[in-house]
T-cell receptor, first 112, second 113 residues
Framework: DAGVIQSPRHEVTEMGQEVTLRCKPI?????LFWYRQTMMRGLELLIY????????DSGMPEDRFSAKMPNASFSTLKIQPSEPRDSAVYFC??????????FGPGTRLTVL | DQQVKQNSPSLSVQEGRISILNCDYT??????FLWYKKYPAEGPTFLIS?????DKNEDGRFTVFLNKSAKHLSLHIVPSQPGDSAVYFC????????????FGTGTRLTIIP
């Protein structure tokens, strides 16, 4: 049984470029979460969806960040334009009916 | 403003001894608390949780204690094993829910054989 799948696993880009991170939740799960992990702030919730609808995006740091969930099996987190301070590990997680969250392996983003 | 704080970035414990990881929170509205464990290059995985109506929850070698008046919780691992070496995140939520979790910065536990 595949868990949460994230791609790419590593992304290196230059400042000003657009970055798109992808997530496939566990089949049947109705909640999807995007987190960012940094040394200073730990794991921060950026946004979460329920049944493909964004419920809370109060953690999205700036307008440069956007997230979409066009269907139950796919979500993207986009940063445009990217900045060096966006460098972090980005995790996607999913859950069933708001229960235990299952995390993907993360995408390590480096913005030069 | 860090509402969930893990003040010890790292901790080293001898194999077989007790590991105690601490977590403090500032928001009195939090009523559900969780611990997650994270290995390198993997996502966090759920370990154990406790509701604010309890002060202790035990699952095998893992016990979580909650002191509401002090806004403090701790995770005890007894006995510690080498496989317990990981980063441990404390998390909290409101309304006994699992959706909007507020995480701490994590504590790296190293078990010395």
């Amino acid at each position: 049984d595949a868990g949460v799948i994230q791609s790419p696993r590593h992304e290196v880009t230059e400042m000003g470029q657009e970055v798109t991170l992808r997530c496939k939740p566990i089949s049947g799960h109705d909640y999807l979460f995007w987190y960012r992990q940094t040394m200073m702030r730990g794991l921060e919730l950026l946004i979460y969806f329920n049944n493909n609808v964004p419920i809370d995006d109060s953690g999205m740091p700036e307008d440069r960040f956007s997230a979409k969930m066009p269907n139950a099996s796919f979500s993207t987190l986009k940063i445009q334009p990217s900045e060096p301070r966006d460098s972090a590990v980005y995790f996607c997680a999913s859950s069933l009916h708001g229960g235990e969250q299952f995390f993907g392996p993360g995408t390590r983003l480096t913005v030069l | 403003d860090q509402q969930v704080k893990q003040n010890s970035p790292s901790l080293s414990v001898q194999e077989g001894r007790i590991s105690i990881l601490n977590c403090d929170y500032t928001n009195s509205m939090f009523d559900y608390f969780l611990w997650y464990k994270k290995y390198p290059a993997e996502g966090p995985t759920f370990l154990i949780s406790i509701s604010s109506i309890k002060d202790k929850n035990e699952d095998g070698r893992f016990t979580v204690f909650l002191n509401k008046s002090a806004k403090h919780l701790s995770l005890h691992i007894v006995p510690s094993q080498p496989g317990d070496s990981a980063v441990y995140f404390c998390a909290a939520s409101k309304d006994f829910g699992n959706e909007k979790l507020t995480f701490g910065t994590g504590t790296r536990l190293t078990i010395i054989p």
